[in-house]
């Protein structure tokens, strides 16, 4: 099993920023990709942004130029720097990585969610 657990998480005024922190561990072979997840109130649950093992990324257009993905590959960690926040960037942030647990075996996991509330 794999386990993701987030941190980071807050309040923070318009134009501010936060830093979110997700470090898997567990029975992991490798770690194909991980990425930030969110969703908002009554909203479905979007990408935010995406990071490969090869160093591949990608933002939903909402975020790019104010949100930057960067990993530690040694600590199993995936990092979300958000800054210039706006109010419509709130929501419960997902960790989500792309795990095969085996040579053979590829599967999904998804942390508990970490609040992020942006106030105007």
């Known amino acids: 099993q794999v386990q993701l657990v987030e941190s980071g998480g807050g309040l923070v005024q318009a134009g501010g920023s936060l830093r979110l922190s997700c470090a898997a561990s567990?029975?992991?072979?490798?770690?194909?990709?991980m990425g930030w997840y969110r969703q908002a109130p009554g909203e479905q649950r979007e990408l935010v942004a995406r990071?490969?093992?090869?160093?591949?990324?990608s933002y939903a257009d909402s975020v790019k130029g104010r949100f930057t993905i960067s990993r530690d590959n040694a600590k199993n960690t995936v990092y979300l720097q958000m800054s210039s926040l706006k109010p419509e960037d709130t929501g419960v942030y997902y960790c989500?990585?792309?795990?095969?647990?085996?040579?053979?075996?590829?599967?999904?996991?998804w942390g508990q969610g970490t609040q992020v509330t942006v106030s105007s």
């Open positions: 989500a990585a792309d795990v095969w647990t085996t040579r053979w075996e590829r599967n999904n996991y």
């Open positions: 567990g029975n992991m072979f490798s770690i194909n990709a």
């Open positions: 990071l490969t093992t090869s160093g591949s990324t």
